[in-house]
């Protein structure tokens, strides 16, 4: 999911191009974005398809990145058009209505997909859902203006009022979470971590909940030893990636 990040960025970039009077930079960057987004975007989603059909495993919050792409193309080619248009050149904004419309589809999926979500127990890839909820937001206010119709100015306001609260909701449980010390030191955050750095995978989500059935420093020292423990069967513990 992060290799969509990169592909924001280019989009980002023709942005940054039209300010600066750099209308061929903004067609490159934007047209290098796009060929990135399609290859990213046809790998990840059929891995999303994948998963989603499996009833043993169920989709991350990273899963929101899926939003960021299309809406921040839709700012860079608005963008694009505006100043085409300042010097008198015509040229489609069906172009950003596309993307627009791949991000209202890719809203409703992840929408459908809510009840998986509210499932899982809150950790530090909560943030991976507020900057793709926020730029999706922006595109759906860009998209209102242009259009000028009610309809879309009221999901607009929607959207921004959903992705205000998502963003108040998770920066409040991130503050919790570091005050009774679950965050960053959290078992699911452990277990994702050893999970990558790990050539197998010894530690087990059911681990750490056995270990620390409490709160706090006693879910943290537990979910330490438990990792010291399967260290000393793995290797010395300054091996370890911490």
């Not at 809406?71 to 008198?88: M, N, P």
């Not at 955050?189 to 059911?206: C, M, R």
Request: with cysteine; net charge neutral; glycine share 6%.
């Amino acid at each position: 999911m992060l290799y969509f990040m990169a592909v924001i960025g280019f989009f980002l970039l023709a942005r940054l191009a039209v300010e600066a009077e750099l209308l061929e930079g903004a067609y490159f960057c934007f047209s290098v974005g796009v060929l990135f987004w399609l290859q990213v975007f046809t790998t990840l989603f059929q891995q999303l398809s994948a998963v989603l059909s499996l009833k043993s495993e169920r989709p991350t919050l990273t899963t929101f990145l899926f939003l960021a792409p299309p809406a921040a193309a839709l700012l860079g080619w608005k963008a694009i058009f505006e100043f085409e248009a300042a010097a008198g050149r015509d040229i489609s904004i069906n172009v950003g209505r596309f993307f627009f419309y791949v991000d209202v589809f890719m809203f409703l999926l992840l929408a459908r997909l809510f009840p998986q979500f509210s499932q899982a127990r809150f950790n530090v890839g909560a943030w991976a859902a507020v900057f793709p909820l926020s730029t999706a937001a922006t595109a759906f206010v860009s998209f209102a203006h242009f259009v000028g119709d009610a309809f879309w100015w009221v999901l607009a306001t929607g959207m921004l009022v959903l992705a205000t609260f998502a963003t108040l909701f998770v920066v409040i449980l991130t503050v919790r979470g570091i005050v009774l010390g679950e965050l960053p030191a959290s078992p699911d955050s452990l277990t994702l971590y050893y999970k990558f750095h790990w050539d197998e995978y010894p530690v087990q989500p059911s681990d750490f909940a056995a270990a620390a059935p409490r709160g706090g420093r006693a879910r943290r020292w537990a979910a330490r030893q438990v990792v010291k423990e399967v260290a000393s069967a793995s290797g010395p513990v300054d091996a370890l990636p911490v």
